[in-house]
């Protein structure tokens, strides 16, 4: 195959899987070269029609992968990822996953990179100084398509909407940070994970006259501003406990009407169109018996859903039994505040956007 011309080697290589393409840059220096080349590893991420997706765990500054999709068995642990030493000592929370690549927030103002597949880890430059009273930390991740481009945002606020907002993004593309003029138009819920979608990073918030309803603000890459998306028709817009990702569309988890034992998923089908909001499932005796608070929907496992709750522990249910079971997932040191991110399989380098042209 070394013989043949390279657009060709390209087609096929990128049709094989990642551990064969991991044991072909060990056959030969120009297998490695291609292999390991940013648009050898984009052409791959974007012709595997069906990416094999892993949990991310994180307790105490200790990562693992968890697989999810061992049928009818328990997840089963893999790789343990261990962190510089430099950057275990403090708290560590995971920003966000997107396209092959994990962002982490290291306090109290360190960003880093990581490929959990390849292990591969990056420091981003230092974001600067944000303002003393600025003591809450909003960060977002996602992959902007339009750009081809990775970035951060970095925001310090007192959520209060009346003190001093620093905005700041990050792009791997230039690798640096620039300042923005905008402003989070409403009160964020920090312990909400915010979720990543169309290259718009979405937090959960609140405002309006008392008492306040839940708003959905995000901050568009491209356009550098904040937006809000309008709730639906028929949603409890004072009841929302969680923000999700699912099939590419915006989702919540809300209580019901007037029934706080339960609970709804809804799902925005078309980015930004408030007719668009549907209903898919509805959690009885899960949110009823579990006592869920605030819930983080993770993703489809087969035809269940995979929820994490506020208790810090991975939930599997069945809309069908209308059941949930605790997977009891926990890294296997010592228990702790925990933390978790879908990640899919590819060759991505935290290292492969950095200062390249359009």
């Not at 328990?74 to 430099?86: D, E, G, M, T, V």
């Not at 569309?249 to 009407?257: A, D, F, G, I």
């Not at 859903?305 to 079971?325: A, C, F, G, N, Q």
């Not at 605790?326 to 990640?343: F, K």
């Amino acid at each position: 195959m070394e013989n043949l011309p390279l657009e060709l080697n390209t087609n096929i290589l990128a049709r094989l899987p990642i551990k064969t393409l991991g044991q072909l840059k060990c056959v030969s220096k120009p297998f490695k070269t291609l292999i390991t080349s940013p648009h050898f590893t984009k052409t791959h991420l974007n012709q595997i029609t069906q990416l094999k997706q892993l949990l991310l765990l994180l307790s105490n500054s200790t990562l693992q992968t968890l697989n999810i999709n061992t049928h009818h068995h328990a997840p089963r642990h893999q790789n343990l990822f261990k962190l510089p030493s430099n950057l275990v000592n403090n708290p560590i929370q995971i920003v966000g996953s997107c396209r092959g690549l994990v962002c982490l927030y290291h306090l109290p103002n360190t960003y880093s990179l990581m490929n959990p597949t390849t292990r591969e880890f990056r420091v981003l430059p230092d974001p600067g100084m944000f303002p003393v009273d600025a003591r809450i930390r909003l960060s977002g991740f996602g992959y902007v398509a339009v750009c081809d481009d990775y970035m951060v945002v970095s925001i310090g606020t007192d959520n209060t909407g009346l003190g001093e907002q620093v905005v700041r993004v990050y792009s791997a593309r230039q690798d640096s940070w620039k300042t923005l003029s905008s402003k989070v138009p409403f009160r964020v819920l920090p312990w909400v994970k915010p979720v990543c979608v169309n290259g718009v990073v979405h937090w959960l918030g609140f405002g309006g006259k008392f008492p306040p309803v839940n708003k959905i603000i995000g901050f568009d890459f491209v356009k550098e501003e904040f937006k809000v998306l309008s709730l639906g028709k028929g949603m409890n817009e004072r009841g929302i406990k969680g923000l999700g990702e699912f099939g590419g569309c915006v989702c919540v988890l809300s209580t019901e009407r007037d029934v706080d034992s339960f609970l709804e998923m809804w799902i925005m089908m078309e980015y930004g169109l408030k007719e668009s909001w549907i209903r898919t499932l509805s959690f009885g005796g899960a949110y009823r018996n579990d006592g869920i608070t605030d819930v983080f929907p993770i993703c489809y496992v087969e035809d269940k859903v995979l929820l994490m709750t506020k208790r810090e522990s991975i939930v599997l249910y069945d809309p069908v039994r209308r059941i949930s079971k605790n997977l009891g997932v926990n890294l296997r040191e010592r228990a702790g505040t925990l933390d978790v991110a879908t990640y899919e399989e590819s060759l991505v380098s935290p290292y492969g956007f950095i200062c390249q042209g359009m």
